[in-house]
């Protein structure tokens, strides 16, 4: 894995937390899903050890938790 | 205030996002402060809004609490 992959799921909080990591890290280094409209990728957030969104998983595998917006699980 | 702070306490947890963090961001964009070793800047912290370490506040006021490390509070 290259990128940092941000996930989200469309919350108030999660769309400010967007445009704030957005503002830091080049657009070309992170990928953004949007597990509301695209939950077939929970699974793939949950194994990468998201537990809330908005969260980033690093290239580095690493999982930064960025405030809380939403538990995983309640995406479903 | 025209740099991003980011305020840990140097716990394992803030540790390890301050590297992920310095990663992500230009070092010349963002300011480090270690609240355990230099307290007296924990009223600014609590002043600009960060409630648990490690946490980024940004150039524009916005603050992003990254993981958990400790609440601000106990680090009196």
Do not use: T
């Amino acid at each position: 894995m290259s990128k940092a992959i941000f996930y989200h799921a469309g919350c108030p909080v999660c769309v400010s937390a967007e445009q704030d990591i957005l503002n830091l890290i080049p657009s070309d280094q992170v990928e953004i899903i949007h597990l509301g409209n695209d939950n077939s990728k929970i699974e793939n957030a949950k194994n990468s050890g998201v537990k809330s969104v908005p969260a980033l998983v690093l290239a580095n595998g690493n999982v930064l938790h960025i405030n809380f917006g939403a538990s995983i699980e309640d995406l479903k």
